[in-house]
């Protein structure tokens, strides 16, 4: 090798070390900015209801004591994350709660970690109202399961204050069916939960008192528009994971829209959430290394805090507001749909559907 060369291998094997060093540089002061801007939001302490707030402060926030003692609530994916922290705030204020799980395991272990112990809200249930709380199987992939959920609950109770719609699933790899033959993602985050709501919704109707629904939405709602032509993305359209999920994040919003409008000469209200984006395990269909930057930049919230727009949901008086009807919540408090489609401004995407729900689910499961 002449000088001229071993000189160009040397500056060729500094600049490819170099570029790599200076890539592990960038990418770790990247990564340490942003946990930092994440650490210093939550730092912040607050006195009002806002992004910060954990659903606990929620609970304290809008009552004092027990003051849910002899209401009834529903908590789909009850088992785990923001569901489990909504049935714990819940539950401590005197609420009895469903816990829905996949399994009826996954809900017990969860009463016992997150519960009855301090867990990551930093706060434990009362014994006395640890007995308030019931692990019931449903899983929204088949819908018999869903019936005879709701079938069960309907023999024993002769109430329900607050139906929480908050089970889902994100960004299925591949294109996968329900038991029904619903594509997986808008089968379990939206048809399932409509024909759940169907079974329950007499109930509530005919109660004298106010009842909600709150449907768990995203801002991934922004994510996708909806086409009636090929809904089940199986024409006209590939299958794209996020993109599916951001339909069925649109179905959820819409879907509280539509059923608030059907029922406004009722005093059951409906609302969607977007609780934030948070750590759990709905990101579990992503790697370390998505998992990692979604965490130092996007992730905006704990799940104390990710369950405190639900809980805004559930008890906040102003929700009885007439205008906040069908509204979208996020950080504690009414929000704007980020897309035309989202505002629906004039019903007509979410009247429609509303009508294709029902015609899907009378076609698919009778
Ligand atoms: N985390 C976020 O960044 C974020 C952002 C916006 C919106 N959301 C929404 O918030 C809701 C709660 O999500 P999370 O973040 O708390 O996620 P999570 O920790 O993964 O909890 C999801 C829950 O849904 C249950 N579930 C999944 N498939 C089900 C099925 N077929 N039948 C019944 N239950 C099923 C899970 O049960 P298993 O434990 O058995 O899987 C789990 O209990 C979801 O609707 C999600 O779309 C979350």
Redesign the pocket.
């Known amino acids: 090798m002449g000088f001229s060369e071993s000189i160009s291998s040397v500056v060729h094997k500094l600049s490819t070390a170099s570029a790599t060093t200076l890539a592990i540089i960038i990418f770790s002061t990247l990564l340490v900015c942003g946990y930092s801007i994440k650490i210093m939001g939550n730092n912040v302490a607050s006195s009002t209801l806002d992004r910060r707030s954990t659903a606990i402060q929620v609970i304290h926030s809008c009552g004092k004591g027990q003051y849910l003692k002899g209401k009834v609530a529903i908590v789909?994916?009850?088992?785990?994350?923001?569901?489990?922290?909504t049935c714990k705030a819940l539950l401590s204020a005197g609420c009895k709660v469903y816990l829905?799980?996949?399994?009826k395991q996954?809900g017990l272990n969860a009463i016992e970690e997150e519960i009855k112990t301090l867990g990551k809200g930093n706060y434990k249930v009362d014994p006395e109202n640890c007995n308030n709380i019931l692990v019931n199987e449903?899983?929204?992939?088949?819908l018999n399961?869903v019936k005879k959920f709701a079938e069960d609950f309907l023999k024993v109770e002769s109430r329900l204050d607050l139906l929480v719609?908050?089970?889902?699933?994100?960004a299925t790899p591949k294109r996968e069916l329900?038991v029904q033959g619903f594509e997986?993602q808008l089968?379990?985050?939206h048809f399932?939960h409509s024909y759940l709501t169907n079974l329950l919704k007499p109930l509530m109707i005919k109660q004298d008192f106010e009842s909600r629904i709150v449907c768990?939405?995203?801002?991934?709602h922004s994510m996708s528009d909806i086409d009636f032509d090929d809904f089940f993305f199986e024409n006209k359209r590939s299958y794209k994971p996020m993109v599916v999920?951001g339909q069925?994040?649109l179905c959820?919003l819409l879907y509280a829209k539509a059923l608030a409008n059907k029922l406004k000469d009722t005093k059951v209200t409906a609302v969607s959430?977007?609780?934030?984006?948070?750590?759990?395990?709905?990101?579990?269909n992503y790697g370390v290394f998505v998992k990692t930057l979604a965490n130092a930049f996007i992730?905006d919230?704990n799940?104390p805090q990710?369950?405190a727009t639900?809980i805004y949901a559930c008890v906040h008086p102003r929700i009885s507001n007439p205008d906040l009807r069908g509204a979208y919540l996020a950080d504690c408090a009414p929000a704007l749909p980020k897309t035309a489609i989202a505002c629906d401004n004039n019903n007509e995407w979410s009247n429609k559907l509303y009508d294709f729900t029902e015609e899907q689910l009378k076609l698919k499961f009778n």
Do not use: F, Q
């Not at 449903?138 to 088949?142: A, F, S």
């Not at 768990?216 to 991934?220: C, H, K, Q």
């Open positions: 789909t994916g009850g088992n785990t994350g923001i569901g489990l922290e829905c799980s996949r399994s996954g449903l899983d929204l992939n088949d399961t719609l908050n089970a889902g699933i994100m329900t997986k089968g379990v985050n399932g768990l939405s995203s801002v991934a999920y069925s994040k959820n959430v977007h609780p934030g984006v948070i750590a759990t395990g709905l990101w579990n992730m919230k799940i990710g369950a639900t």
